[in-house]
C-alpha cells in the first residue's frame, strides 16, 4: 500500500516568504506528526494531530508556524515570514493504533 | 523538559565486527523506544523498537536492551555489514500522544 506522501520535495524561498507544506499519511491512520531535522541534527517534535485537532502543539517554535488537518487526512505546515534558521528537513509521520510512526520522504525547505 | 542523549556522535566499525550505541532518557514515564535508521537522503526506517515492561529484544543481527533503573537502552548489532552504515536515530515516547523525543543520531560506518 502506499506510504506516507509530502510535498514539494525541495521547496527554495526568500526570507519573508510564507510557504505551506503538505502531507500525506497513510490512509486509515488516525494519528498524524510533523517534525522538523536540520543539517546533522536529529528530529524535533513540532506538532501532533488526532484526528483534525493538535491536542499537542508544544514543539512549534514561534507563532509563525501553525498547522491544520481536514477530514481526518491531508495536514498542511505553515510557515509565515521565513527566516533563515527555517531552513531544514521537514518530516511528516503518521501512526495507526499501535506505536510505530511511519515517515514520509520530508520537504527539504531552503530559505535564501 | 524531555531530553534523549545519544553516543556516540560516530562509529567506524570494521565489517564482521559488532556496533553499540547508548541512550539515555530523562523522563521516567517513557514508555517505548524506537530505534530508526537513515540512510543518507532518505526517510527514516524503523529498525526495532521495545517497550518497557520488555528488557531485551532481538530481530536477527540487531538487539536492543533496556534499563529502565538507569533509564538507558541501547541497539547492538552484530556482523555489521558494509549495508549498515548509515545515521541510527534513537527515540522515547512520550505521554498520551505518543510523540517522539530524538536523539542526535549516531553516524555508523563500516569498512569493507
Known amino acids: 500500500g502506499a506510504g506516507v506522501s509530502q510535498s514539494p520535495s525541495n521547496k527554495v524561498t526568500e526570507k519573508g516568504k510564507d510557504v505551506e507544506l503538505r502531507c500525506d499519511p497513510i490512509s486509515g491512520h488516525t494519528a498524524l506528526y510533523w517534525y522538523r531535522q536540520s543539517l546533522g541534527q536529529g528530529l524535533e517534535f513540532l506538532i501532533y494531530?488526532?484526528?483534525?485537532?493538535?491536542?499537542?502543539k508544544s514543539g512549534l517554535p514561534s507563532d509563525r508556524f501553525s498547522a491544520e488537518r481536514t477530514g481526518g487526512s491531508v495536514s498542511t505546515l505553515t510557515i509565515q515570514r521565513t527566516q533563515q534558521e527555517d531552513s531544514a528537513v521537514y518530516l511528516c509521520a503518521s501512526r495507526l493504533d499501535g506505536h510505530e510512526q511511519f515517515f514520509g520522504p520530508g520537504t527539504r525547505l531552503t530559505v535564501l | 523538559g524531555e531530553n534523549v542523549e545519544q553516543h556516540p556522535s560516530t562509529l567506524s566499525v570494521q565489517e564482521g565486527d559488532s556496533a553499540v550505541i547508548k541512550c539515555t532518557y530523562s523522563d521516567s514515564a517513557s514508555n517505548y523506544f524506537p530505534w530508526y535508521k537513515q540512510e543518507l537522503g532518505k526517510r527514516p526506517q524503523l529498525i526495532i523498537d521495545i517497550r518497557s515492561n520488555v528488557g531485551e529484544k532481538k530481530d536477527q543481527r540487531i538487539a536492543v536492551t533496556l534499563n529502565k533503573t538507569a533509564k538507558h537502552f541501547s541497539l547492538h548489532i552484530t556482523e555489521t555489514q558494509p549495508e549498515d552504515s548509515a545515521v541510527y536515530f534513537c527515540a522515547a515516547s512520550i505521554g498520551s500522544s505518543y510523540k517522539l523525543i530524538f536523539g542526535s543520531g549516531t553516524r555508523l560506518l563500516v569498512r569493507p
Open positions: 494531530f488526532q484526528g483534525n485537532s493538535a491536542p499537542d
